[in-house]
């Protein structure tokens, strides 16, 4: 069955979305608003409350990746092309159970998602106020990858420093992070012609006005 985009961005006329690279503030500010308005709070990889209850390799295999891979070490030790292939294909299979999830969830109350669903996907489904592009240098995104106190990248440095070359396995690592964060897709978002914000300033907090300027965008400061 096919379900043609104007009648889902019909249902989806209460969600709001935010895009773009890693270390913007995406996490932070989904979390702020959705405090500071009581909004629903669909936060990274939320999809996967029921993805991983649905999910088949036939037709996400992608998603199924972890389940039937061989082992940590074929994960950590992928091209960085094979990496950025399966980035992609996992958004465009998660694309379809963020959409339903936000069917779902969105007809009597705002929600405010962390959202990985690829630009033409969007473009397609929401209007203007309701996506927000957020963007940091990509060697934030690259640097800082196993700075943060986050159990998932501390056993994926764990995996890593069990390799037979743990340098050469984390400098390959990497370049999987890089060219997924690259030039290439910074461009494709700073160039997608919805709102953008882009992260210059990484020392001074700037939480608070940048939460103003996504309300004022989303049209929340009258909610």
């Not at 950590?76 to 294909?89: A, D, F, H, L, S």
């Not at 959409?99 to 959202?115: C, G, H, N, P, Y």
């Amino acid at each position: 069955m096919k379900i043609d985009n104007n009648i889902i961005k019909h249902y989806l006329k209460n969600v709001m979305f935010i895009t773009g690279t890693a270390y913007a503030g995406k996490s932070t500010m989904v979390a702020m608003l959705a405090d500071k308005y009581g909004l629903i709070q669909c936060g990274e990889n939320y999809h996967a409350r029921v993805a991983d209850d649905v999910k088949v390799p036939e037709y996400q295999p992608n998603l199924c990746y972890f389940e039937t891979m061989k082992d940590w070490q074929e994960f950590v030790n992928r091209t960085p092309e094979e990496y950025e292939k399966w980035i992609i294909g996992g958004a465009q299979e998660a694309a379809e159970f963020e959409v339903a999830e936000l069917i779902r969830i969105s007809q009597k109350q705002k929600v405010i998602v962390d959202t990985n669903i690829p630009l033409a996907i969007l473009r397609e489904i929401a209007d203007y106020h309701q996506v927000a592009v957020m963007l940091s240098p990509q060697a934030m995104s690259v640097e800082k990858f196993f700075d943060r106190e986050d159990p998932d990248k501390a056993f994926l440095k764990a995996q890593i420093m069990k390799a037979e070359d743990p340098k050469k396995t984390m400098e390959n690592y990497k370049a999987c992070i890089a060219i997924v964060n690259g030039k290439k897709y910074y461009d494709e978002y700073a160039k997608s012609g919805f709102f953008t914000l882009v992260r210059t300033d990484t020392v001074r907090d700037t939480k608070s006005e940048t939460l103003e300027i996504l309300a004022t965008h989303f049209k929340l400061n009258g909610f």
